[in-house]
């Protein structure tokens, strides 16, 4: 019995962590850039990526797409960024992509950022999406199988994981609990509305709480002990 106990444990431990979110997910997202709003915060929009792995990640012909409330992902080539050949990220750390040319609302961002595009995000109600593969126009839940890694819907944009982000404004931006870390599959509950946010690129430093990784061993033997 106790051996058939401590089975069990070890395949919940396993299954939480084979079925845990995708550790390259949307950090950031900010779109009051392009505004010559004294309000505005910056004068790009911009997308902030975080890996919350151990590992590089490549990002070579992976995208970045942008929806209306309703509207499809990437329904133009200027709503859709992809990474790249040879892009990665980098363990525990963030990736920076900037949008729009420079508005006369707004300051420039406070680091470079690592990519640059021609996504239009808006300022109130949206969606943005990161895929490992282009998806062209196409409906939410129309997405190409296994594509969709992560999506985050602000306002009253549809599609969301679960429930929307609050309404953004062009000082404030969907930023993402505990530096990235937080992966609920909730919009609402991962993410806060943030005034001024403040993006991280690749050069940032990395996530001081994704490194401290628990000790694997001094669990498992925690886990013993209890069933000896």
Known sequence: MKKLVTTLCAMALFASSAFAANPVRISQVYGGGGS????????????????????????????????????????????QFVFPTGASIAPCSYVLVSFGTPSTGGGPL?????????????????????????????ACGSE????????VSFGTANCPEVTNVAALTNDSGAIRNSGGLDDTDNNVA??????????????SPANSGCLATPNASRTWGAIKTIYR
């Open 36 to 79: 010559s709003s004294a309000t505005a915060t910056y004068n790009v929009d911009y997308v902030e990526i975080f890996n919350a792995s151990g590992t590089a990640v490549n990002l070579s012909g992976w995208a970045i797409e942008y929806g209306s409330n309703t509207g499809n992902w990437g329904s133009s080539s200027g709503n």
């Open 110 to 138: 406070p680091v470079p950022a690592d990519y640059s595009g021609t996504l239009t995000i808006s300022a109130t109600s949206g969606k943005v999406a990161l895929f490992s593969a282009l998806n062209a126009n196409l």
């Open 144 to 151: 190409l199988p296994g594509t969709l890694v992560d999506k």
């Open 190 to 203: 991962d993410f806060t509305v943030t005034l001024n946010p403040v993006p991280r690129n690749s050069a």
